[in-house]
């Protein structure tokens, strides 16, 4: 940020008048967005179908640019020449409703047929007068803007009103000048952009090399030299000659202990494992719903394996670190020797113990999966010594917390890219820099 200091500055500044804008230079303008824009209008909620020509909802906006996995489709048998939601090349659309979406935007920039639902609002330069392409770096700023003047007021909007939109005031440069920052703004904004992917990419790579550490120590050990044997399992391959495979039947069994008041309502996610402190309310997007009567809810001990049966095939399974209860979705797994639960979660979360999983879950589609404790206890699982067990899991840790530091460094640099990207964005379309 240190180099928007340093860029050159325009001679003279007034006031806006705006907020979000402050002084603009001396002969700049400002209108209205319909003074701007020919079309400004929401699309048509056409009727939906499996295929057809793409339809483009707030979903596909979410990135500030558009996402063609989320959009749905409109057949293209059904009578369209009256929708108003056909777009056109250079099109600017802007995500009118949406918890998380409202006011992010993308230009459409494909010549093939499509529309925009009645979420999404067309901005549409049709006389050469001014630049959607501008006009989305101006609201590629403004999400936490947009937003916070849409919760104000007694009636608290939670839309993007077209009569408020074409009222929008928008900084208008010289038009020689608009250019020059729009080419200005697609160079250094692709430099930033690159960089973010590059370091991504590095985070992607440190995960993989973690997954790698994890499903080496838990399948092969700690010792190189130690004499190996056919595990007899394919997804597991050769493990040390000492150690065993074993059915989950001999090794767990099902916990169905009624909750108690006081715990804490544990959760499992696909992420992080089992939780070990309840959700706050604010957090908990579900807490609205939660069962009052507690014993509803299962108990859970320290050291007992929970996995979500519906989410299981996903990687949801960990252990217990704290006493507390689980929802009766999620099935306990009690041990019946001593174990280090917590090597068995690095090995159930492993992607090769999760296609197992996926395997013997019970379903015709993925949403209807179901992983029960029949399935469960069938599945092989891999079983050191226990001075072994605890010796991963403490090697794991180890090499995790390590990674987990230059992720945490990565993504640092990335959020300061991002900021920096914002800020320059920002800087360029209200004059506060002179590009030109």
């Given at each position: 940020m240190n180099a928007l200091v340093t860029m050159p500055k325009y001679e003279a500044y007034k006031d806006s008048g705006v907020e979000w804008i402050g002084k603009l230079p001396e002969h700049w303008e400002l209108k209205k967005i319909k003074y701007l824009f020919d079309f400004t209008e929401r699309g048509t909620a056409p009727s939906y179908s499996e295929e057809g020509i793409t339809v483009i909802n707030q979903s596909c906006l979410s990135s500030y640019s558009l996402n063609f996995k989320k959009a749905k489709f409109h057949d293209s048998r059904v009578d369209s020449s009256s929708f108003r939601g056909n777009l056109f090349k250079g099109d600017l659309l802007i995500a009118s409703t949406g918890l998380g979406v409202l006011g992010k935007c993308a230009v459409y920039s494909s010549d093939s047929k499509a529309f925009a639902d009645s979420h999404v609002t067309i901005l549409r330069d049709e006389k050469g007068r001014f630049s959607t392409c501008f006009t989305y770096y101006v609201f590629s700023t403004l999400y936490d803007f947009i937003n916070s003047k849409m919760s104000e007021g007694a009636t608290k909007q939670t839309e993007l009103q077209r009569d408020d939109l074409r009222a929008f005031l928008m900084p208008v440069p010289p038009r020689i000048e608009l250019k020059k920052i729009i080419d200005f703004l697609k160079s250094k904004t692709a430099q930033i952009d690159q960089a973010i992917v590059i370091k991504e990419k590095q985070i992607a790579l440190l995960k993989e090399r973690r997954q790698i550490i994890i499903q080496k120590a838990v399948t092969q050990g700690l010792d190189p030299n130690v004499p190996m044997k056919d595990s007899g399992v394919d997804w597991i391959g050769k493990i040390p000659e000492h150690w065993e495979v074993r059915t989950n039947r001999f090794l767990f069994k099902e916990r169905n202990e009624s909750g108690k008041e006081g715990l804490p309502l544990l959760s499992v996610s696909i992420h992080t494992g089992v939780s070990s402190e309840e959700l706050s309310e604010e957090n908990n997007i579900r807490g609205r719903v939660k069962i009052e009567d507690k014993s509803k809810y299962n108990f859970v001990r320290r050291g007992d394996i929970v996995f979500n049966m519906m989410r299981a095939w996903q990687g949801a399974i960990g252990a217990v670190t704290v006493e507390g209860m689980v929802s009766p979705?999620?099935?306990?797994?009690?041990?019946?020797?001593?174990?280090?639960?917590?090597?068995?979660?690095?090995?159930?979360?492993?992607?090769?113990?999760?296609?197992?999983?996926?395997?013997?879950?019970?379903?015709?589609?993925?949403?209807?999966?179901?992983?029960?404790?029949?399935?469960?206890?069938?599945?092989?699982?891999?079983?050191?010594?226990?001075?072994?067990?605890?010796a991963i899991t403490c090697f794991i840790r180890d090499k995790s917390n390590k990674i987990d530091v230059l992720i945490e460094l990565q993504n640092k640099q990335i959020q300061k890219l991002k900021e920096y990207k914002t800020t320059l964005i920002n800087s360029a379309v209200t004059g506060k820099i002179k590009v030109a």
């Open positions: 979705a999620y099935i306990i797994a009690e041990p019946t020797n001593q174990i280090d639960s917590t090597y068995f979660e690095y090995m159930y979360r492993s992607p090769g113990f999760i296609h197992q999983m996926d395997k013997f879950s019970k379903g015709i589609t993925d949403f209807r999966k179901r992983l029960y404790w029949d399935e469960f206890k069938q599945l092989y699982t891999i079983c050191p010594p226990i001075k072994e067990q605890i």
